[in-house]
């Protein structure tokens, strides 16, 4: 038997404007291009995509199912410039065969940083998921799979309004080097265990990155041995992990289908063929589960251990993408230093009772948490930049240092509104 978890990861950042140390105005976001980006994804990807994966759970009678990560950065900008993504979703999430998992709002490395916002931004985007969706996510997915023992263990101790656990599992990486040989295609668990909040163990489900890679990577690579791939032969390599596994974690980012595989290449015809595909190879035996599903069907079949920070970025698998250099440290170091007197300034705005300094208030730590996105530190990573990698994908600047010279002048203008230098310019 083997069950297939399709994960997709929604995300778009607010990319910033070109802003000079001459600028004095509280406007730090390229709404024009962020708006083309967003429209031009949603033509070739998100339309597209959802609108053929709500047809095959239609089509295979709920027996095609899905997952979705969908940040609360890039909803803002589907409602604001492509509001028909949003009905496809809403569509797909009526059928009872999609489901929504949590993040961080703003798709932030704020666990690292700060808990009191990790944990805000994470209740900020199940409130945005459950208004727009009618669900209550109950896996979750940290920005770019970013995980540890540590975060495993923290999401234990957070509870619902009720005082039950609020998350099942959560989804990460598949590392050799943590799997000691065992395969990712079993549901493990945390050290020390704990409860989940469907009353079973709390549970992680690992990406087979191999498979997953296939897919996102290599599927138009024509130097590639295995080029093409079909829904045929990655339907028989995902039947070959039964008995060696039951589970097949196939996570990757949602543009993968149009974006980064442009419809040309026949990647949108491999997906609507795979379903049946999967289903014909094992008659009676293959299946796709959500994975709340996966994590209530299969029991953990061990521990995976993962003392140090890992992602599913580069060949590294660590967070080296994101700070791997003094520009990144310095640029990450400098917002958080910021969080505390933001906080305390709206705190005193609230108790002001001043509906211009609440409003002042709430636009600056809106703005700060739009900073917080992981994208931003992403832009200044020096790892391979010369090489056109991804890295550079929708990166809207020339350099890495040209990204750091950028976004520390927006944040020097966040710390003059923050101490009154430019308050009448403030929103």
């Not at 994960?7 to 708006?35: G, I, M, S």
């Not at 589907?78 to 703003?106: N, R």
């Not at 009618?134 to 770019?144: A, K, L, M, W």
């Not at 469907?198 to 024509?222: I, Q």
């Amino acid at each position: 038997m083997a069950s297939i978890v399709f994960y997709f990861q929604v995300h778009q950042p607010f990319r910033l404007k070109r802003y000079t140390v001459f600028e004095d105005h509280p406007f730090y976001f390229a709404d024009d291009k962020n708006a083309e980006i967003c429209r031009k994804v949603a033509t070739k990807c998100y339309l597209p995509a959802t609108r053929l994966i709500l047809d095959l759970v239609r089509r295979h009678k709920g027996n095609f199912k899905v997952s979705y990560s969908i940040t609360g950065v890039a909803l803002d900008q589907l409602q604001a410039w492509s509001p028909e993504v949003i009905d496809v979703f809403k569509a797909l999430a009526d059928t009872g065969c999609c489901e929504f998992m949590a993040e961080t709002y703003h798709h932030s490395l704020s666990f690292l940083f700060s808990k009191q916002e990790f944990v805000e931004q994470v209740d900020l985007h199940t409130r945005r998921i459950r208004d727009l969706f009618g669900q209550t996510p109950t896996v979750f997915r940290n920005t770019e799979l970013i995980y540890s023992n540590e975060l495993a263990a923290f999401l234990q101790t957070l509870r619902d309004a009720q005082g039950r656990p609020r998350f099942k599992g959560v989804c990460c990486e598949g590392v050799d080097w943590l799997l000691h040989g065992r395969s990712p295609n079993f549901v493990y668990a945390p050290p020390g265990g704990g409860a989940g909040a469907h009353g079973g163990p709390f549970a992680l489900l690992l990406k087979n990155y191999r498979l997953s890679d296939d897919v996102a990577f290599r599927f138009s690579n024509r130097g590639w041995s295995e080029w093409p791939l079909t829904a045929e032969k990655f339907a028989r390599w995902a039947n070959e992990i039964n008995g060696n596994g039951y589970i097949c974690n196939l996570f990757m980012d949602y543009e993968t289908f149009g974006e980064h595989q442009w419809a040309e290449t026949g990647v949108f015809r491999f997906l609507e063929a795979l379903p049946e595909k999967v289903f014909d190879v094992n008659p009676g035996h293959n299946h796709f589960n959500t994975v709340s599903e996966a994590i209530e069907r299969f029991p953990p079949a061990g521990v995976y251990e993962a003392p140090n920070l890992i992602s599913w970025a580069d060949t590294e698998r660590d967070l080296s993408a994101w700070l791997g250099n003094s520009m990144q440290d310095s640029a990450l170091k400098e917002l958080y230093k910021l969080e505390a007197p933001i906080r305390r300034r709206l705190q005193e705005a609230r108790a002001s009772d001043d509906a211009g300094e609440i409003e002042a208030a709430g636009h600056l730590i809106n703005d700060w948490r739009k900073l917080t996105t992981s994208d931003h530190f992403y832009y200044m990573c020096t790892k391979y930049f010369a090489d056109g990698d991804v890295h550079k994908y929708f990166n809207p600047y020339d350099s890495p240092y040209d990204s750091y010279i950028n976004f520390m002048n927006v944040l020097d203008n966040v710390r003059e509104r923050l101490e009154g230098v430019s308050a009448g310019a403030a929103r």
